[in-house]
């Protein structure tokens, strides 16, 4: 397969001028890649350019406080990346004298840099001849080679990985990564690919059999779950809100919200905000009217969070099921890092504080 020289051709002609290519620092690069994973360019660029404002070198991120990161990631999603971003800083910080290891081998031991991500910072920021699969080039992958199988079976995916390795050419190994993960992205499309625009479609069996609209193959998913999840907007005696900050190893760990919890059986959504209250926080509420109802989505199953007014009744809050809570005006929400439905629902109470006043 002689594709690369057509390939480097059309990216040293095409390549989107993105702010992480205008430098090959290993910090930049580690950043957008962790920032790129299930993530789209586009929406990727204006956090990439706020947090090198705000942490212009990895000391600088491993300085700053985890809830500080978090802030500057909302509306990003998937929070994981975040914390393993700030962990993976203090390391490179402290253990590695502030410098990012320059192999694969080095690269992966840091959270949140798998083989895909050590592969890219490693060809991108120090040339070394190491191999990519991300989505991207899987697809182009399966189309030039008119891939019949599978390819979320482990063992295909074991071959394509091998592709990927055989493939690399001896120069410029960076560059013909982010051509493959360009390419993918902008012509070889899940959907439509654009083939008589690509550089590298007389290499293409799919293309030559006219199998591209079918691959890459992938077994049908299943129904996605669904889940009530009813949350407290609970004020005190002087209108304060109670807020609470999810465990750091779990869903939407470190960020804060109305606390609640998911409908369990055949109970009311009143009962289960009662229920989870007192599990989480040992607390008493007595539960009002419902405010808002938000629909949201996540990878693998998607929520409708019921918010309801609360009036505290007693008990002194406890960190039972939360990492912490606090006491706060209305007007200080705006300072937590809080999850895309937790938004909505501040979004709904800013939108009856402007009509009120």
């Known amino acids: 397969m002689s594709f690369q020289p057509d390939l480097l051709a059309w990216y040293d002609q095409h390549a989107a001028d993105l702010p ?13 890649e962790i920032m790129l994973q299930q993530t789209q360019v586009e929406t990727v660029k204006p956090y990439f350019e ?15 406080p985890l809830d500080r990161v ?4 909302e509306g990003l999603g998937y929070y994981s990346r975040a914390r393993n971003l700030h962990t993976a800083a203090q390391m490179v910080a402290r253990d ?17 840099v798998g083989r895909y991500t050590a592969g890219a910072i490693a060809s991108i920021a120090y040339g070394v001849r190491a191999p990519v699969l991300d989505g991207n080039v899987l697809r182009v992958f399966a189309r030039l080679t008119d891939l019949k199988e599978d390819v979320s079976q482990t063992a295909v995916k074991d071959r394509l990985w091998k592709l990927a390795e055989d493939w690399l050419p001896a120069d410029r190994p960076g560059d013909y990564n982010q051509a493959l993960m360009e390419l993918g992205r902008t012509v070889c499309k899940p959907r439509n690919p654009l083939c008589t625009t690509c550089p590298i479609f007389l290499h293409c069996a799919a293309f030559n059999q006219g199998t591209q609209a079918q691959r890459p193959v992938k077994k049908a998913r299943g129904a996605t779950p669904h889940y009530d999840v009813a ?39 009143p009962e289960c905000l009662e229920r989870e209250l007192q599990e ?19 990878t693998h199953f998607r929520i409708t969070l019921h918010a309801f007014e609360c009036r505290y009744l007693s008990g002194a809050p406890q960190r039972i099921g939360v990492r ?23 979004k709904a109470l800013q939108e009856r504080r402007n009509m009120l006043f």
């Open 20 to 32: 992480w290519r205008r430098s090959q620092d290993p910090y930049r690069v580690w950043l957008s």
């Open 50 to 64: 706020r947090f090198l404002e705000a942490f212009p070198t990895v000391e600088a991120l491993a300085a700053a």
């Open 70 to 73: 978090l802030k500057l990631w």
């Open 96 to 112: 590695f004298g502030g410098r990012f290891p320059t192999t694969v081998e080095g690269l992966l031991l840091l959270p949140g």
């Open 231 to 269: 949350a407290g907007i609970i004020r005190d005696s002087t209108g304060k809100l109670l807020i609470a900050q999810r465990p750091l190893d779990g869903l939407l760990g470190g960020l804060w919200e109305f606390p609640g919890g998911k409908r369990e059986g055949d109970e009311t959504l």
């Open 280 to 298: 989480e926080l040992a607390i008493q509420v007595e539960v009002g009217s419902l405010f808002t109802v938000v629909d949201h989505a996540f």
């Open 324 to 346: 912490d809570f606090a006491w706060i005006q209305e007007s200080q929400l705006d300072d937590y890092s809080f999850g895309k439905a937790d938004r909505e629902v501040i």
